[in-house]
């Protein structure tokens, strides 16, 4: 996928965000693209989230803007904010599950936000979301608490879908699970993006992630982004970046997965 053929469907202009003294953003630009998967990096405290937050209207810059869809999100009165808001969907590090409620309720509950459904067209809608986001229907009644991690967060991806978002913005999806959980997370957002048509922005530290599902990843480096195909970030003289897809563990990946993509042999 190339980049520049595709429509822009979110565009962050000379982003600045400072907190007193200390400024996480400066002047940062980032484009995403239309289908597209971009998986955000970046060390300890560089401002993952708080770019995040920001593009979510969860925080308002110090400079700069973020337009969704042609939209500049700061400049948005609530009740067009709200309808924006419900062409995203968001899964949070946690999954951010409200523990009270069943699994089936936690899904249903931005139909109830957002919608005049009434409950049974809600229930149904939930229940193929759960199953959509590869959890069988006996789930929907239990509590978070008696969910595995990689259950609680496909349930929370189910939340995350459950008003036909264009855009899904996942933080850390993967974070906490063991590989093989985490491997079927990534086969199912690829399917995903692939069924539904879906424009997806990653914050990860995943490195298998990042090779296998991510079209562009983008670094925030010197509180700017550096953007690329993997390739390109490959190939990039900035030592920083170097350092990041040149040590052992990236080498390692790189290597699983060109052994897994590669054809099998002929008898």
């Known amino acids: 996928m190339t980049g520049t053929s595709k429509r822009a469907v979110i565009e962050v202009r000379n982003l600045t965000n400072a907190f007193g003294e200390n400024t996480v953003h400066e002047n940062l630009n980032l484009t995403l693209y239309q289908d597209e998967i ?7 405290g ?3 989230s708080v770019l995040l937050r920001t593009m979510l209207g969860l925080h308002r810059p110090s400079a700069g803007e973020v337009c969704i869809d ?3 999100l700061h ?3 609530a009740a067009a904010a709200r309808e924006l808001e419900k062409t995203w969907g968001v899964l949070f590090q946690d999954g951010a599950l409200f523990s009270g409620l069943s699994t089936l309720d936690n899904v249903a509950f931005p139909l109830r936000e957002y919608t005049q459904l009434d409950d049974g067209a809600i229930e149904n809608i939930a229940l193929f979301k759960l199953q959509t986001a ?5 789930v929907a009644d239990r509590l978070p608490s008696s969910l595995s991690g990689g259950m609680i967060k496909r349930a929370g991806l189910a939340r995350a879908l459950a008003l036909d978002p264009k855009i899904l913005f996942l933080d850390e999806p993967t974070a906490g699970l063991d590989p093989l959980a985490a491997a079927a997370f990534d ?4 399917e995903l993006r692939h069924i539904l048509g879906l424009t997806v922005i990653i914050i990860t530290h995943d490195l298998d992630t990042l090779v296998r599902v991510c079209d562009r990843i983008a670094m925030i480096i010197d509180k700017k982004i550096i953007s690329g195909t993997l390739a390109e970030m490959m190939a990039s003289d900035h030592s920083e970046v170097r350092e990041y897809f ?3 563990r990236m080498h390692a990946v790189e290597t699983l997965h060109a052994q897994t993509q590669a054809p099998a042999l002929k008898g």
């Open 134 to 138: 590869g959890l069988e229907p006996d």
């Open 46 to 48: 560089s401002g993952k």
């Open 38 to 44: 971009l998986g955000i990096i970046g060390g300890s």
């Open 246 to 248: 040149h040590g052992t």
């Open 70 to 72: 042609g939209h500049n």
């Open 187 to 190: 086969d199912l957002l690829l």
């Open 75 to 77: 400049e948005l009165d």
